[in-house]
Nanobody, 123 residues
Framework: VQLQAYGGGLVQAGGSLRLSCAAS????????MGWFRQAPGKEREFVAA????????NYQGSLKGRFTISRDNAKKMVYLQMNSLKPEDTAVYYC?????????????????WGQGTQVTVSS
């Protein structure tokens, strides 16, 4: 599975961005999908995940209510809508695919990773 994340950029605090992740796999609909992020000097952390059919979602607790994950299996796409962005949301954001199909929070569950897209939030 090849994943291509895009949609990052520079935004002012309080603004919004929508990240997209395009998948190449014909079996995309069987994969759980997740977003992770890594800020400079910090560990990669879980952001959000969605199960294969979109029924189940998980969020990092502090992000729930500001971030929304969704997917379109027909288009082989997963999205991350980010609202009310804060400078601490600045990071490289990665999408990932989990063969287990669940909305997994542990990065160990993800076998395939995209290259990342930079999000910078200015104060």
């Amino acid at each position: 599975v090849q994943l291509q994340a895009y949609g990052g950029g520079l935004v002012q605090a309080g603004g919004s961005l929508r990240l997209s992740c395009a998948a190449s796999a014909g079996t995309f609909r069987t994969y759980g999908m997740g977003w992770f992020r890594q800020a400079p000097g910090k560990e990669r952390e879980f952001v959000a995940a969605i199960s294969w059919g979109g029924r189940d979602t998980n969020y990092q607790g502090s992000l729930k209510g500001r971030f929304t994950i969704s997917r379109d299996n027909a288009k082989k796409m997963v999205y991350l809508q980010m609202n009310s962005l804060k400078p601490e949301d600045t990071a490289v954001y990665y999408c990932a695919a989990s063969p287990g199909g669940r909305a997994a929070m542990n990065p160990i569950s993800y076998r395939f990773w995209g290259q990342g897209t930079q999000v910078t939030v200015s104060s």
